[in-house]
């Protein structure tokens, strides 16, 4: 039997984002969505559950409006949701300083996670989660197995694999390699809808770090249309050597 956790992350679909003149992102009127990553963490951790036993927690650090991911967590197998309110920024030691005040209260044997997400890129919540608990970070997991009371990995690196094992609890982080994560049958998505889930707010401490700018890069295009293939590619591959130079 393992107890696991999985933090599930909701965002914008970026997809469907664009910029103002100024290179300013255009939030309003953008869907939310449930970040790829998160999904592998949430297949890796229901797949522990299929053959350990046991069961899986989901949290997410977010708003009311996070409902939609967890019902969508659930249909995919996890048992029981937390979301934690309170925080609308982005900010990873405010997103972990939160988490920890939770895991605190509860009982577990590993955290899953993506080890990044799509709309930040830090990677830093791994490692913060790892150093506010004591439990041990295994990253970059493209494998989990649980043999006992300890948790293997096979990490992925950049010229090779490495094999990393330790102690539970442990917190590890998934690459989007490790699974492929299930589309639930239409039962279990009304199943999910049905389901209760837990609501906290958030009183700690926001850091003190404040985004100063966030600007797409300006990309300017040429606006050359060859309408034929031969005139055209020795034309961009002139382009590109200058630009190059």
């Known amino acids: 039997m393992v107890n696991v956790i999985v933090l599930i992350k909701q965002i914008i679909d970026i997809d469907q984002m664009k910029t103002d003149s100024e290179g300013k992102p255009i939030l309003s009127g953008i869907p939310y969505r449930v970040e790829n990553l998160s999904k592998n963490a949430i297949e890796a951790a229901v797949q522990l559950k299929e053959k350990n036993g046991g069961k899986v927690t989901g949290i997410i ?36 300083k939160a988490i920890t005040s939770i895991l605190k209260n509860l009982q577990y044997d590993i955290v ?5 997400s799509a709309d930040s890129y830090t990677g830093m919540l791994p490692g913060l989660l790892s150093a506010m608990t004591g439990f041990p970070l295994l990253g970059n997991a493209n494998s989990i197995t649980i043999n006992g009371r300890s948790v293997r990995i ?92």
């Open 112 to 116: 899953v996670l993506g080890d990044q």
């Open 154 to 245: 096979t990490q992925v690196g950049e010229a090779e694999n490495a094999e990393i094992e330790a102690d539970m609890p442990a917190i590890v982080s998934v690459t989007q390699e490790i699974n492929q994560p299930r589309l639930p049958p239409v039962l279990q998505i009304m199943a999910a809808g049905r389901k209760p889930i837990r609501m906290e707010k958030y009183d700690g401490s926001f850091s003190n770090v404040n985004v100063i700018s966030n600007l797409a890069p300006k990309s300017e295009r040429k606006k050359k249309i060859f309408e034929k293939v031969d005139e055209g590619i020795p034309e961009i591959v002139k382009v590109i050597k200058e630009e190059m130079r």
């Open 61 to 96: 650090f977010g708003t009311e409006a996070s409902t939609a991911a967890m019902k969508e967590a659930y249909a995919m197998g996890v048992d029981e949701g937390i979301i934690i309110t309170g925080y609308k920024g982005s900010n990873p030691i405010v997103t972990a």
